[in-house]
């Protein structure tokens, strides 16, 4: 009912920035009510990054307050996680989430198959 694509990790030396990009599609896309974008380092929980509600009220980790922005365009269609000013800590593999409202569970979450960021000199 919706799937999530996300791109435009790669590898970036500290100070550097980079745009993840969460592509949305299906059928189902307008019953997104919230976007997060999530990251995860081997042996470490995964740890919510960013998030943006409906409303477009955002939300950021204290770690990355002041250095990412998260933003959606076309109504939910593309959410962007804008990263600067990268330090090594922010190396992880990072994924979008989205909540989607359903008549009969309420919501399910639906993640997206993830993308590479290393911050690396």
């Known amino acids: 009912q919706v799937q999530l694509v996300e791109s435009g990790g790669g590898l970036v030396q500290p100070g550097g920035s980079l745009r993840l990009s969460c592509t949305a599609s299906g059928r189902k896309t307008s019953n997104i009510n919230a976007v997060g974008w999530y990251r995860q380092v081997p042996g470490k929980e995964r740890e919510l990054v960013a998030s943006i509600a409906s409303g477009g009220t955002a939300d950021y980790a204290d770690s990355v307050k002041g250095r990412f922005t998260i933003s959606r365009h076309n109504s939910w269609n593309t959410v962007l996680l804008q990263m600067n000013s990268l330090k090594p800590e922010d190396t992880a593999v990072y994924y979008c989430?989205?909540?989607?409202?359903?008549?009969?569970?309420?919501?399910?979450?639906?993640w997206g198959q993830g993308t590479l960021v290393t911050v690396s000199s």
């Open positions: 989430k989205a909540r989607v409202i359903t008549s009969i569970e309420g919501y399910i979450d639906v």
